[in-house]
């Protein structure tokens, strides 16, 4: 069965799946599809996967757990792996509507000094999800509620609105026990937020993984386009460094503006994890390096494979061509259509910097199952 023959994967209205043949792929041939092969079949996603996802068309389960037999059975060689990908998937170039090409943004893990006691050097909060915080499942439906709203708090009236970021910044979930850590102040607590995992060093070097643990619902705002258009800075030129420098440089200023953002993120410790881990994903599963990507969990499943093509900075100054087979394996809340992605660059401060540089189109071509 062909590309052309076999069917697309769904998408919403406007945009276009065109058939590709995978040996017309630049550096595909050259590509280390093994690698890719093994995380392949650590699973699709888990039981329960830590953020809901799209409903993965049935074979792919499957060929998660064909991929851990082939692997199981013998040593297996590079042309094994990379026929895997071709005899199992058909090779699809997404067109978002309007556009040719996706967008294409990166993401870390970052690590911050905290404590395990409040202090004045560590005064920030950062809380653990609340007990009365409902998460908006497929599905359902919330009269009377705003349909932008994907969590909110049960009461013994029903269902309300979870107080806003600014409302939990003046004390609205003190006194509950909430509280996991503290950090250094609001900025490194949102960019925490941001990113959605983190490792926090304590005073004596013990380090804390976090995974994220939920949200109160309300939608998202970006503060680097709306600093962008409060200090007329062109869009391609803002970056997360910049951003948290101007920040940092005002306290004042950056209360006032981070509360736009009405979001607020929660977390969870996660000691389970090996220090050479990747963080958690969405799927439940450990990302990797440059191989992990966000989509929009309302269209793509956890553990679909996709093939990358673009140029991206290299953090040093220079840039770095990137074609290679990657894994969806995690979501976010501003990953909005069938072309958006969020690439996994590592953990630390060197990867959000690089991080933070990449703001690019992309050519996105998803391997959906036979």
């Keep these: 069965m062909t590309g052309a023959q076999a069917s697309p994967p769904p ?8 058939p590709v043949a995978p040996a017309s792929l630049a550096g595909w041939g050259t590509d280390d599809q093994l690698a890719v092969l093994r995380l392949f079949a650590q699973g699709c996603e888990t039981d329960p996967p830590l953020r809901l996802g799209a409903v993965p068309p049935p074979p792919l389960p499957a060929l998660c757990t064909k991929a851990a037999a082939l692997l199981a059975a013998g040593d297996v060689r590079q ?5 895997f990908f071709e005899d199992n998937f058909t090779f699809w170039r997404i067109r978002p509507a ?8 990166g993401y870390f893990e970052p690590e911050f000094e905290g404590s395990l006691t409040r202090s004045d050097a560590f005064p920030t909060p950062l809380y653990g999800r609340p007990a009365d915080l409902v998460t908006k499942m497929p599905g359902d439906d919330w009269p009377g509620l705003d349909s932008a709203l994907t969590s909110a708090r049960r009461t013994a009236k029903g269902l309300e ?7 939990i910044e003046e004390g609205a979930l003190a006194g509950q026990g909430l509280e996991i850590l503290f950090m250094r102040d609001p900025v490194d607590r949102f960019v925490l937020q941001v990113q959605g995992s983190g490792r926090i060093r304590l005073p004596d070097g013990e380090v804390i993984r976090l995974v994220y643990a939920g949200r109160n619902g309300h939608p998202y705002t970006s503060l680097g386009r709306e600093l962008s258009r409060r200090e007329n800075i062109p869009p391609e030129q803002m970056t997360m460094d910049k951003l948290i420098a101007r920040l940092k440089a005002d306290a004042g200023f950056a209360r006032e503006l981070i ?27 450990p990302l990797t390096p ?14 679909m494979p996709a093939w990358i093509e673009t140029e991206i900075p290299d953090g040093k100054g220079g840039s770095e061509k990137l074609a290679r087979l990657v894994l969806a ?18 953990s630390g401060a060197e990867a959000g910097h690089r991080a933070g540089l990449i703001r690019h189109p992309f050519d996105f071509l998803v391997l959906w199952p036979r």
Excluded: C, H, K
């Design 290 to 303: 440059l191989r992990s990507v966000a989509v929009d969990r309302s269209l793509w499943p956890y553990g």
């Design 161 to 167: 609105p979870f107080t806003d970021r600014a409302a």
């Design 329 to 346: 394996q995690d979501t976010g809340t501003a990953i909005i259509g069938p072309a958006r992605i969020d690439l996994f660059i590592g």
């Design 11 to 18: 998408l919403p209205s406007g945009a276009r799946a065109e």
């Design 259 to 285: 509360r736009l953002n009405r979001s607020f993120v929660f977390f969870a410790r996660n000691d389970n994890l090996p220090a050479g881990s990747g963080p958690i994903g969405g799927a439940g599963l």
């Design 79 to 83: 042309d094994a792996a990379r026929g």
């Design 98 to 105: 309007g556009a040719e090409r996706g967008f294409m943004t």
